[in-house]
């Protein structure tokens, strides 16, 4: 099974639309790490954010946002009034500590941002 | 401080020679992880190691080895190439395991 599913694939937004990336985790650990990387057509993975398993607190960064809810085993990402230099791959990744703190990376959605 | 560096950054093989990757981590940073990245499979895990020793490996076949040295570079070995070994290979670092990992820029290996 999956730890980390992305089940958008690819969006494509008009330039100044919001746009909310969806990752939903799975995992047994009561202590991991969720991030986002960024993937743009160079191919180097950036990264955005990270976040422990306990803190809940939902992070803002400029047009970034992100809400973490353990609840629901979410941890989505949102782009306010999204660029074209937002045009990537996005990765949702989970590590988890009884695993030796291995990352488990969903499979990416692709963002277009059209002009 | 300079980032992860990958050498090569392009590599073109044929069908059974073998390859060396190599990776420079961040200063200061003792964690090395491979991935290998394909259209079909995503980004996939392939070894982590940490002061030289390897801590975790992914599900690959023994054609695929790595190291590190003591000066946390590392390298990975792909050995007997078949044309399904075509991927990026990306390298990222960590201070240690349970740290953020940083990528680097990555070998493109092309198989033919």
């Known amino acids: 099974a999956q730890k980390v599913t992305q089940a958008q694939t690819e969006i494509s937004v008009v330039e100044k639309e919001d746009v909310t990336l969806d990752c939903v985790y799975e995992?047994?650990?009561?202590?991991?790490?969720l991030f986002w990387y960024k993937q743009p057509p160079s191919g180097e993975l950036v990264f955005l954010i990270r976040?422990?398993?306990?803190?809940?607190q939902n992070e803002i960064s400029g047009r970034y946002s992100w809400n973490f809810q353990k609840s629901t085993s979410s941890f989505n990402f949102t782009i306010t009034a999204s660029q074209v230099v937002d045009s990537a791959v996005y990765f949702c990744a989970l590590s988890e500590t009884n695993t030796g703190n291995q990352f488990y990376f969903g499979t990416g959605t692709s963002l277009t941002v059209i002009p | 401080k300079a980032g992860v560096t990958q050498t090569p950054r392009y590599l073109i093989k044929t069908r059974g020679q073998q390859v060396t990757l190599s990776c420079s981590p961040i200063?200061?940073?003792?964690?090395v992880s491979w991935y290998q990245q394909t259209p079909g499979q995503g980004l996939q895990f392939l070894f982590e190691y940490f002061s030289e020793t390897q801590r975790n490996k992914g599900n690959f076949p023994g054609r695929f080895s790595g190291r590190q040295f003591s000066n946390s570079r590392s390298e990975m070995n792909v050995s007997t190439l078949e044309l399904g070994d075509s991927a990026l290979y990306l390298c990222?670092?960590?201070?240690?395991?349970?740290?953020?990992?940083?990528f680097g820029p990555g070998t493109r290996l092309t198989v033919l």
């Open positions: 976040r422990n398993s306990f803190d809940e």
């Open positions: 990222a670092s960590s201070p240690d395991p349970t740290d953020t990992q940083y």
């Open positions: 200063s200061g940073h003792r964690s």
């Open positions: 995992t047994r650990d009561t202590t991991y790490y």
